[in-house]
């Protein structure tokens, strides 16, 4: 159940009319320089979209999983690349510490997520461990000396969302080389300015320009040991998991939200645009495409409300969030394939920006778990469901 209608249609109100009056009239620009303005940015964070996830008493919003999908919903309805900016902080970059972290670590560093003085980001990914998680070779490595307990971390992670402008690392390590598995792994909290990280080059991508990724490299970096989430070896890949679960449904909502963007746009364009001395609205294939679409939009909407009404209720969502991920995802990816149709050779053109939500929307079957992974994990769970 949403917790209060009535703040929760004010929020909504005030990201829809931000997104309608600002960024939208910025997307243009974003994409010509890789650059998302500062005043932008300060908005964001004036609006408390850094801190939508993080609980009040930290000085978040303390939205449910049903509250933030709905305003992913409303996020989507412009270019990814401004979601991207916060949704780490929001996401995967602090659920880490909010799910597993102790009582010093969320006071720590909770407040200033929530504000946006910090933006988190998610380090799991490595440059020979990708959907295969469990295999990363980045090293922690536990050792005493005059300053205390600490763990010297060694390894490169890939293709890390905001990486140039964070302030710390949920990072993902193997404190024990024995065991080549998950049990080996660690999470950490690593704050960026510490001695031994080093930022690569910004990555050039097919899309998504003014949301940056980079390589991290930890060389002989000294993490104290007080930095273990949770202050437990070995539950890292549990809370990467826990944390990919609920980022699964997150990003199904702004798939939902995006193709929502763009059937609108290929709508309009059908209504206006006049062939054979008519409106290519009224011809029956471009209308198969548009009613296609928005059957799948619907359906996509439906799955990702659904899932997040059942987190809410503390009920485990594992596959449904796969559901999500690999229907919402795809689906996203189909109605943007067929809005460039819609538009047809304008649709390939800069000028109209359908190509640009084309390239955007690519990178959703990817991240967080690939389209592959998705189906691997909603079979895995369904035969073990049914053999137990």
């Not at 916060?86 to 996401?91: E, H, L």
């Not at 969502?317 to 538009?343: H, N, P, W, Y």
Request: charged share 25%.
């Amino acid at each position: 159940m949403i917790r209060d209608p009535e703040t929760l249609n004010a929020l909504l109100d005030t990201v829809n009319r931000f997104v309608r009056e600002r960024l939208v009239p910025a997307e243009a620009l974003v994409a010509e320089t890789d650059e998302i303005p500062e005043d932008l940015v300060q908005e964001m964070k004036d609006m408390g979209l850094f801190g939508l996830t993080v609980p009040e008493s930290y000085g978040g919003l303390e939205l449910t999983m049903e509250e933030e999908v709905m305003v992913m919903l409303a996020m989507g309805q412009t270019s990814p690349c401004f979601r991207s900016l916060f949704g780490t902080t929001v996401g995967i970059g602090s659920q880490g510490i909010l799910f597993d972290g102790t009582p010093e670590q969320k006071a720590k560093y909770l407040p200033k997520l929530a504000t946006g003085e910090l933006i988190a980001s998610f380090a799991l990914t490595e440059p020979d461990a990708g959907s295969d998680a469990a295999s990363l070779r980045t090293t922690a490595i536990r050792g005493t000396d005059a300053e205390g307990d600490h763990y010297i971390v060694n390894g490169t992670k890939r293709y890390i969302t905001n990486s140039p402008h964070a302030g710390i690392f949920t990072l993902m390590a193997r404190t024990n080389p024995a065991d080549k598995g998950a049990g080996g792994v660690s999470a950490f909290i690593v704050e960026a300015n510490t001695p031994g990280i080093t930022i690569g080059k910004v990555d050039k991508k097919m899309g998504q320009r003014g949301a940056h990724t980079a390589d991290v490299i930890f060389e002989n970096c000294r993490v104290p040991a007080s930095q273990l989430i949770g202050g437990k070896e070995g539950q890292g890949f549990k809370t990467a998991m826990k944390v990919l679960e609920k980022g699964r449904i997150h990003i199904a909502a702004i798939c939902v939200g995006v193709a929502e963007r763009m059937q609108r746009d290929a709508l309009n364009y059908a209504i206006d645009r006049k062939q054979f001395g008519q409106s290519i609205a009224e011809f029956q294939l471009v209308q198969a495409m548009l009613a296609d679409s928005q059957a799948e939009i619907y359906a996509s909407r439906c799955m990702v409300i659904d899932a997040a009404r059942k987190r809410d209720e503390g009920l485990p969502v594992a596959t449904e969030a796969s559901c999500c991920k690999l229907f919402a995802s795809e689906m996203c990816g189909r109605v943007a394939d067929r809005a460039v149709q819609i538009f047809g050779g304008a649709g390939y053109l800069s000028e109209y920006g359908i190509e640009r939500f084309y390239r955007d929307v690519r990178l959703f079957r990817l991240y967080e778990g690939t389209s592959q992974i998705q189906q691997i994990v909603i079979a895995r769970n369904l035969v073990r469901e049914a053999t137990r």
